[in-house]
């Protein structure tokens, strides 16, 4: 991974950094993979998609199948972006605490998580 | 907020692992696939061994548009249900290409088992053999997958 380290206050809470830790390894994970992957309540889960989708983070996309209502959320490529860098700020973070001094974790994000 | 700490941040890089995890651990073929192509091995088997030539060839071409179809439909071990499409990224380059020549390897085997059984006198070689190479494959193909996961799941860890 090569993003510019971007410590990011919106993904950094950990409920927040598990969900998108988890779509950023697929191309859309269902509503009801999230709920049970990440034991979180439906309206828990809603909440913070709800503040991701605000942020431009993830798309929640609703379709039907088999006659059910299925909701499929995908990390935007904002939120990759942001993702990207946050990982690179924290593994800067480390990099300085074991003296490697390799990057600087870079500014933080101004949001309000 | 301010900067984590370093021991925040390696907090969050172990949860961050934990979730890259729970994805891979998806990465398979869907449940129906093993079982389904070595049932279909063994009718191909059960087929060459009636011994029609136009009839082992049909078999064989729709064994083939069989495969092709679900193994595209399973988009090679990234969407082992219907609850999530891991990144191809993730998922890796080789495992496409694991998977078919695992196919291909069993399908010698086959060819090879048959003609043993047939110079041993047998009266339905191919319908031994496809039954043989068919366990092999409902079997050995989740345990491959298992492997391959494994294998992904470290280099993960490497690159990371």
Redesign the interface.
Known sequence: MSAEPQFDELIHPSTRLSIVALLASADWVDFGFARDSLRLSDSALSKQFSTLEDAGYVAVERTRSDRRSRVRVRLTPAGRAAFDGHVAALRAVLATANGDGLADPGPATPRKA | ??????Q???L??Q??A???Q???DEVDMPAWYWGGLGAAWVGLGVVIDLDHPWLTTAATVLFGAAHASGFSRANAG?RR???????AD?VGRHVTALVLAFIVVLGAATVALSLLASADGARHPATFAGVAVGIAVACGGPTLMAALRRRRASQLQVAA
């Open positions: 907020m301010s900067q984590p700490n370093a925040d941040a390696a969050a890089l949860a961050i934990l979730r890259q729970q994805v891979i990234r249900t219907g609850r999530l499409s891991v990144r993730v």
